[in-house]
């Protein structure tokens, strides 16, 4: 059974990050389309997302602070 769960999993995860890099590059992903290049355009969407999270907690922790 947790094989099975397993495999669900890796199939919810592919499926959500097959929408991400349709919908951010709107690209459509077919079974001919490269899986390197989909896996290098997942890791790049990723660290974009971290990097925007990251600044966005750093203006939300300079709010109400002056600037002397």
């Known amino acids: 059974m947790s ?3 397993s495999q669900s999993n890796i199939e919810d995860d ?5 929408f ?5 590059l709107g690209v459509e992903l077919t079974p ?6 989909f896996v290098t355009q997942l890791e790049e969407i990723t660290k974009y997302y971290k990097k925007q999270n990251e600044e966005m907690e750093r203006t939300k ?7 002397r």
């Open 3 to 5: 094989q099975m769960a």
């Open 14 to 18: 592919f499926t959500s990050a097959a």
């Open 20 to 24: 991400l890099v349709e919908k951010e």
């Open 32 to 37: 001919e389309y490269p899986a390197l290049k």
């Open 61 to 67: 922790s300079m709010r109400g602070k002056s600037f």
